[in-house]
């Protein structure tokens, strides 16, 4: 038996072994073992406890996955916010005419509003030439209803474009993985098991990833108005949490469940 390291280019060892019972030259190759992640250290086969297990999906994303996922996240985000921007901008344009009818009439008296319209009126008051003073549109119960409204569509037009384009996005990547897998397997290189533990978290990081993803720039357009820093901010937050979360989740729950 001869242990071969060989150095690859981003500072790893590959190690394979060669067996032969005379000679090393009429010895036939044979993948006995081929690690798809870094969890797959783990196999032997089970008595790592779950924060060993937690901890490996954790790394996996970042070491096996890390540039496929940081293409996604970068698509998702980037996409969302573009996408975002002109719901942002046309929201700040109906506050903007609602404040020029209005603006003469303030009672002086802060109108009750929520917190989208606010920062929708804020952001609006900032970057508009020429447009009142925030506290003005603030004291006007007509200019309030206009941010509501103006602001809860913007939130609702934001959360449908984000869903169809990371939905897409993460679904086209998760079919190219799960093809990828079936090579492997077919090929013998990796077993059913590894398949289905791969192929399970690559099918659950979809939904994950997507919804986390809207939720994350809802709410940072709702927290910042501001076009493509809110949405981008919070859609990158979500789609990390939601891939992370469906990585460790799933592959947690395949190990509680597959033998």
């Known amino acids: 038996m001869i242990h071969v390291a060989v150095n690859r280019k981003d500072y790893y060892y590959h190690h394979y072994v060669i067996l032969a019972k005379e000679s090393v030259l009429a010895a036939h190759s044979k993948i006995v073992q081929y690690t798809v992640g870094v969890s797959h250290f783990l196999r032997v086969v089970d008595v790592s406890d779950k924060f060993e297990k937690a901890s490996a999906d954790t790394v996996d994303i970042i070491a096996s996955d890390g540039k496929s996922n ?7 985000t980037c996409g969302s916010a573009v996408a975002a921007r ?5 929201a700040s344009e109906q506050v903007f005419s609602a404040a020029s009818r209005i603006a003469t009439s303030n009672s002086g008296i802060i109108a009750e509003t929520s917190v989208v319209a606010k920062n929708l009126i804020t952001y609006t008051a900032e970057n508009i030439p020429a447009c009142c003073p925030a506290e003005e549109m603030l004291c006007s119960e007509t200019c309030c209803n206009v941010a509501e409204t103006a602001g809860k569509n913007a939130l609702k037009q934001t959360a449908i474009a984000t869903g169809i384009l990371t939905v897409g996005v993460e679904t086209a990547f998760a079919v190219c993985k799960v093809n ?15 398949f289905k533990r791969e192929t399970s978290k690559a099918i659950v990081t979809v939904p994950a990833a997507s919804s986390l993803t809207v939720v994350g720039s809802v709410i940072g357009q709702a927290l910042c ?35």
């Open 86 to 90: 002109q719901f942002v901008l046309a």
């Open 180 to 194: 990828k897998l079936r090579k492997l397997r077919n090929a013998g290189i990796i077993e059913d098991r590894e």
């Open 225 to 259: 108005p501001v076009p493509v820093v809110g949405v981008f901010v919070g859609a990158l937050v979500g789609n990390v949490i939601g891939r992370w979360g469906a990585s460790v989740v799933t592959g947690r729950i395949f190990d509680w469940w597959w033998p």
């Open 70 to 76: 940081f293409v996604k996240s970068t698509i998702d």
